[in-house]
């Protein structure tokens, strides 16, 4: 992938320098849908916080997770997640 960026045109070499840690932190949001999907609600909640201390773009997708945090494992494991998201 790296090789067909540094041959392509200097404008998307630009672009994909212009991404401002966007990669880490979708890095760190699909480790915390993967580790809520395998049953890990208070870990997946604190890759998310890893996340939003990268970029503040993960707030667009923090309703969603938290609701499927609710519907999935219960109001009491919501609220450890947002102590948990809240606190770091």
């Known amino acids: 992938m790296i090789a067909f960026v540094l041959f ?9 320098h212009m ?10 949001m699909l480790i915390c849908i993967y580790l809520t ?3 890990y609600p208070l870990t997946a909640s604190l890759m998310a916080t890893v996340a939003l201390s990268i ?3 993960v ?8 609701g499927s945090i609710q519907y999935n494992f219960g109001t009491l494991t919501l609220i450890k997640s947002i102590v948990i998201i809240a606190s770091f």
């Open 8 to 16: 392509s045109n200097p404008m998307d070499r630009f672009l994909h």
């Open 19 to 28: 991404a401002f840690n966007d990669q880490f932190m979708m890095l760190y």
């Open 37 to 39: 999907l395998k049953n």
């Open 55 to 57: 970029k503040a773009g």
């Open 59 to 66: 707030l667009f997708i923090l309703p969603g997770f938290l």
